[in-house]
């Protein structure tokens, strides 16, 4: 599936269901901490590895 990259996380969850409902599973201490990141995460795949990587200690 292509990754469409946007200008920011917030244009990301506008426009993508998917990464709406995958911030929206996240607990909330990941959420807090994705949303401090969110002009890097201009994709889902960014999204799902900085949470990935947050959930799991890296």
Known sequence: MFDEKYDNMYA???NESR????FS???QYVRDNVCH???????????REYA?????GD
């Open 12 to 14: 990301l969850l506008d």
């Open 25 to 27: 599973s996240l607990p």
């Open 19 to 22: 990464a709406r409902r995958y």
């Open 37 to 47: 990141q969110s002009k890097r995460l201009t994709s889902y795949s960014a999204l």
């Open 52 to 56: 990935e990587a947050l959930i799991n």
